[in-house]
């Protein structure tokens, strides 16, 4: 009863296609490709691929298999394994809340270029009105008003799906947005792939560079692999816990959790493919201003002017759209993830008292709560700070904290510090200890095979994630997150 109220997905593949949908997003697109660009090519991608098999996947299944053994939201959950526990359940909870506030922003920033590059493709200047790529950027991050006018299409998209219910929303959605996503994505991997001098981004991408490993070091290739890794995979903060919970006890969670981290992989994989051959192949035309080095810059300024000077005219405007649609979805199915955590937890609270969920009115106080905790996000000029010309200042100015830079740069990089950097590595720690030598991996197995026909395969290999290789794993990508964000130095 409790369980029909709360919502179930109505089959496996839908289940999929959204556990998939929430993995996918920004983190592949964007933050795969560069990252992977940056770390040594091919060998932070095996590195990436040994990080998914061993932390990845047993996390994932963790996650899936809490969820539905208890049937409650990640707050829910802890609570129920115990009471002692329910603070891990609010450290997921709260991180929802700041990364989607900001990936709300940069969701509305996908949106704001999708829109440019249609608008350009009827009358040139349009979209863009004829600024080059970097200061049409620049410009538009310090524009806070349309910032925040971007921020809420993005957000009212994010809660008009998730007051649609499990099945009658987020299920729906996500069975159309994602197979439209893969089936764009190939065909722009194609487009860019069959550019001229695109070998020069295979070049980058495939060739094991020995010489920039030797140089950025192994434990921060390691370091920036784990991280990537278990934001890419939406871990750590209770999202799988929550989608886990609406599984029908007839799906086979080993095996769904071992394919969510594979297709995310493959789209990881296929984004780079679809975004560094094209950066590449115009390197090697020589457009100025085109670069791998570009960072968190690629998928805004580099890829703008990859479309617009790079391949010009109807044809780049056209790919344009198409490109930034594909990552506007993207992001859209991992926002409604996010928020679904957030409103699962109320949802819970009053099916437990009998009470109608009262979804809608749940989710849009969730969601315009979240709303408003962006708008600094979208206010300070990413960084830039009122002596950039922007609205306000960036924290490290507001907190007095000048000395330790690196994670008050901007409102941005605060929230990440706080949720992706803290507390998502110690939710997946403290997870991954409790299921290995407080409840015992057997409470994996038994919930596995709750499933009528079900055999759990790799009990062992399991018990061994667990127990040592995720708590070790997660203790070095928390060291490691928090190295980077105050410049500790230690790696
Ligand atoms: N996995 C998403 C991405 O790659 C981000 C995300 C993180 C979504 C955590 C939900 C929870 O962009």
Redesign the pocket.
Known sequence: MEQEKRGQWTSNFGFLMAAIG???????IW?FPYKMGANGGFIFLIIYLAMVSFVGIATMLGELTLGRKYGMGVIGTYRKISEKYTWIGWLGWFS?FL?LSF?SVLGGFTLRYFIGFLLELFSSGAGFGGADSGAFFGGFILNAPMSILFHALFMATTVYIVMGGISGGIEKFSAIAMPTLFVMLVIVVIRSITLEGSFVGLEFMFKPDFESLKEIGLMRVLKTAAGQMF?????G?G?MITYGSYLSKKENLEWNATLIPIADTAIATLSALAVLPAVGAFIYQGVEGVSFGAGPGLLFVTLHRVFSVGMGGAMGNFFGAFFYFLVFI??VT?SI??LE?CTAYLIDRRVEKGLEPNRKKITLIMGTVIFFLGFPVAMDGLGAGKAGGALIDIPATIFGMQEVRVAFDCWLDFYDMIAEGVF?PLGAMLMSIIIGWKLKTTIIKDEVEESPGIKMKAYNFWDICFKYIVPVAMFFVLLGQLDDFFGLGIF
């Open positions: 929430s993995a996918v997003g920004l983190g592949n933050g929802g990364i990936y934001f890419s995979l939406s871990l903060m999202c993207a992001a991992s993830s996010l955590v998502m």
